[in-house]
């Protein structure tokens, strides 16, 4: 037997116990090996992995086993985890010992020879019809196939990747090729992940996100011949997600728009309607006093009539124009550094007449003495709208009360009628243009623009705040509005 | 001779006032008021043979609702009605109709040419209605 060891320096050989302990070891081993500490078990020497495999088949031979003689293969791992396939056949050569024949098992030829015939062409065709990138990956870590989903995918040609390490596939950045690393050796070690996020890199060197299952594969000696991996292309689905989200947006803001729509249609319509009542007064009695046959005080009260129908109608373009410049963002407000008080005493003056015309007194009170910075002729015409609404909507020969204070680091302007007021659940819309053309159905004839006008003056213009006070219907109103001492420019 | 009757019904006064004249001149009795609530009570006193009728009115009821509380009352059934409005007449064209209006009226209108719209709507249905046309204009 030490003949045997001895004559076969060449040979790898080991002289096992019956319990499986290195009786002998020879230079043959160590050389394509490792050195063996004799006295060792030979277990230890066995892969982890194929520990118990190793075990299990060892009891057998100690049976005498029919496969006895039959080669078998194991990984060795030395004490510096340095790992290495063998193939060893088993001889008996006394009652307890054996002789144990070693091969280096060429694995990575193995595994070659494994996949030559392990790709049958159904195989070959389920590859190539997967949508999602396929590739193979033999135990040195080279890609030995990959389907041509993966090849479109990273812009790749086939021959290209075959032999290519798969770690070429791996983003460039270190992190990147550790989280790869780190995936792969849990392949390795669970034998399957699933739904792995990692980052690829194309021919180009553009990232292209996928979603990774790998396999590991074994040959029939339960040798490690390989990894399976898919890929799944990330970017498309990533698109797709981004793409859903774009069409809500669009449909988000193409129902926001035709409602826009709707409310622009409604306020052109409340607009005809506002332009053509004044017209058809105009007409008729122009009409009337064309065809002659009118004596001269209906002559004078059908001019009269012309003359404040054109008044309205010329009041009423104002409005609009100056609201769709606000609306705009056209109108260019003049701030100017002034006193408040003679701003409202103008306003009082100039709807004087209209006052006088209903015999309506106009109480003042103005004497807050602010400074502010304010556009004179803007805060004016706010004014004149209040004050023109309070005498409009004021019985004749009543009172209507104008006073400006100071309130907050601002100016208080407060405008009281005793008229016909504002049912509670009309108060909220007083300041909005006309509202919906179902609603403008049962609106009040000559409302008009002037509050939507003076909201946007007042709050868009000079950072202030308008609001009202009304008891109800038949109860008068008080309209406010306050501008801060120091408002914006 | 009794004279014809005709409601007017619109919430501008001056409008109310240059039909009232308007129809006075052809020799009819004119009740008007300015808002549905009224005009109802007016038309249910006067029994009018033409109401003349406004879409847009302030308060409870729009002339659209006047419009179909006639049509679901019955009791004015040889009433000739002719609606007005100051708004985009295309857009209650079709509800006026099927609310059983004869004509709509767009604001502004030639009070003349007003006039003879109505007179050949009422001859029409006259006509209709005895095989015959009469003039109801020609009674002053």
């Known amino acids: 037997m030490e003949q045997i060891l001895s004559k076969l320096e060449v040979q790898p050989l080991l002289l096992i116990s019956g319990k499986g302990l290195i009786k002998r070891s020879n230079a043959g081993f160590s050389r394509v090996f490792f050195p063996v500490g004799e006295g060792d078990s030979l277990a230890s020497y066995i892969h982890p992995e194929d520990r118990r495999e190793f075990q299990t088949w060892f009891r057998n031979l100690n049976h005498e086993s029919p496969e006895l003689s039959l080669v078998k293969n194991f990984r060795l791992a030395d004490k510096n985890g340095r790992v290495v396939s063998a193939m060893l056949r088993p001889e008996r050569v006394s009652e307890q010992d054996f002789i144990f024949w070693f091969w280096e098992d060429k694995g990575i030829n193995e595994s070659e020879d494994y996949w030559q015939t392990a790709l049958t062409p159904a195989m070959e065709a389920v590859f190539s019809s997967i949508l999602d990138g396929v590739f193979l990956v033999n135990v040195e870590g080279k890609l030995i196939d990959v389907n041509q989903a993966l090849c479109s995918m990273l812009g790749y040609h086939k021959f290209e990747l075959i032999g290519m390490p798969a770690g070429k596939l791996f983003s460039n950045e270190a992190d990147e090729i550790q989280k790869a690393t780190f995936r792969f050796a849990r392949i390795m070690k669970y034998g399957r992940v699933q739904e792995i996020s990692l980052t690829l890199r194309d021919k180009a060197g553009a990232e292209v996100e996928v979603s990774l299952n790998g396999a590991v594969i074994r040959g029939e000696g339960n040798q490690l011949v390989g990894i399976l991996g898919t890929v799944r292309d990330l970017r498309e689905k990533k698109a797709l997600r981004h793409l859903k989200e774009k069409t809500s947006e669009l449909e988000k803001a193409v129902g926001e728009l035709s409602e826009r729509d709707k409310v622009k249609d409604d306020f052109l319509s409340m607009v005809g309607h506002e332009l053509r009542t004044p017209l058809a007064n105009i007409l008729g009695y122009a009409e009337f006093l064309l065809e002659g046959g009118v004596n001269e005080e209906e002559k004078d009260k059908f001019l009269q009539v012309i003359y404040q129908e054109s008044r309205r109608l010329a009041r009423l373009v104002n409005e609009i124009l100056d609201l769709s410049r606000m609306q705009a963002g056209r109108l260019v407000y003049h701030y100017v550094l002034q006193p408040m008080d003679p701003v409202i005493g103008e306003a009082v003056e100039a709807v004087a007449a209209e006052a006088e015309q209903k015999k309506i007194r106009v109480e003042k009170k103005i004497n807050s003495g602010l400074t502010l910075w304010i556009d004179r002729d803007r805060i004016k015409q706010v004014a004149i709208n209040l004050l023109n609404n309070a005498i409009k909507y004021s019985n004749p020969e009543s009172e209507v009360r104008i006073e400006t204070r100071e309130m907050d680091q601002g100016a208080l302007v407060l405008v009281e009628d005793h008229g016909i007021g504002i049912a509670r659940e009309d108060q909220d819309q007083v300041f909005e243009k006309f509202g919906r053309v179902e609603e403008l159905e049962h609106h009040t004839q000559g409302a008009g623009l002037g509050l939507t006008i003076v909201k946007l003056i007042i709050e868009d213009g000079h950072r202030g705040r308008v609001w009202l006070e009304s008891a109800g219907v038949g109860k008068g109103s008080t309209f406010y509005f306050w501008l801060p001492t120091i408002a914006e420019k | ?140």
């Open chain 2, 1 to 140: 001779m009794k004279p014809n009757k005709v409601v007017i019904i619109d919430d501008d006064k001056l409008l109310r006032s240059m039909l009232e004249r308007l129809f006075e001149q052809q020799g009819w009795r004119c009740g008007s008021a300015g808002d549905g609530e009224e005009g109802m009570k007016l038309i249910r006193s006067v029994k009018p043979e033409l109401l003349v009728l406004d879409i847009f009115l302030p308060g409870k009821w729009s002339g659209m609702d006047v419009l179909k509380l006639l049509k679901v009352d019955k009791s004015f059934p040889g009433m000739t009605v002719v609606m007005t409005t100051a708004a985009d007449p295309a857009r209650y064209l079709v509800p006026c109709r099927e609310a059983g209006a004869d004509i709509l009226i767009p604001k502004p209108f030639s009070p003349n040419a007003f006039i003879c719209q109505v007179k050949s709507l009422l001859e029409q249905k006259r006509g209709q209605r005895d095989g015959r046309a009469k003039d109801f204009f020609d009674r002053r």
